[in-house]
């Protein structure tokens, strides 16, 4: 019985530990979609501080392993985003945020809602919401609803 509440105990604190990254993600990707750069290199270095928050000590091996895979480059492309405030740039720097996100995202719990995987034909790119409504990042308003979920990753 005691192993069984540290296991949740374990888990529930490494959800702890990254459940800031999901949500600044999503604030870069909502930027992105309104097409505002200011915005999201502000939420971009909001998801770098999250990234670099985590404490590396408290994760278990296999998410310490998922995380440590990816964490590298989820930093240089949100410290990207971050810096320059031209939305071209910004998007394309996104796409590789995204896919990284998304292999995050199979391997360590990141949210307690379901997380879409949604894909642009046009970019050839995928992008992660919590929301079934196409809001395409890569082209905002001027392709706003090109796309279509690819998958979905259930909590």
């Not at 196409?134 to 998958?151: E, R, V």
Request: hydrophobic residues 40%; proline residues 3%.
């Amino acid at each position: 019985m005691a192993v069984v509440v540290l296991i949740a105990v374990s888990s529930q604190h490494l959800f702890a530990q990254v459940s800031n990254i999901l949500p600044s993600y999503y604030g870069v990707k909502d930027a992105l979609v309104a097409g505002d750069a200011n915005a999201a290199a502000a939420r971009a270095g909001e998801l770098l501080k999250a990234i670099d928050g985590v404490d590396m000590s408290k994760m278990p091996g296999k998410d310490h392993t998922a995380f440590m895979a990816v964490k590298d480059k989820l930093a240089f492309d949100a410290r990207h985003i971050s810096e320059k405030k031209e939305i071209g740039h910004q998007r394309e720097h996104f796409a590789s945020l995204s896919t990284n996100m998304m292999t995050l995202a199979k391997d360590v719990k990141l949210s307690e809602q379901a997380i879409y995987e949604d894909y642009c034909p046009m970019k050839k790119a995928t992008w992660l919401t919590n929301d079934q409504t196409i809001k395409n990042p890569y082209y905002g308003s001027s392709m706003l609803t090109c796309g279509k979920i690819k998958s979905t990753l259930k909590p």
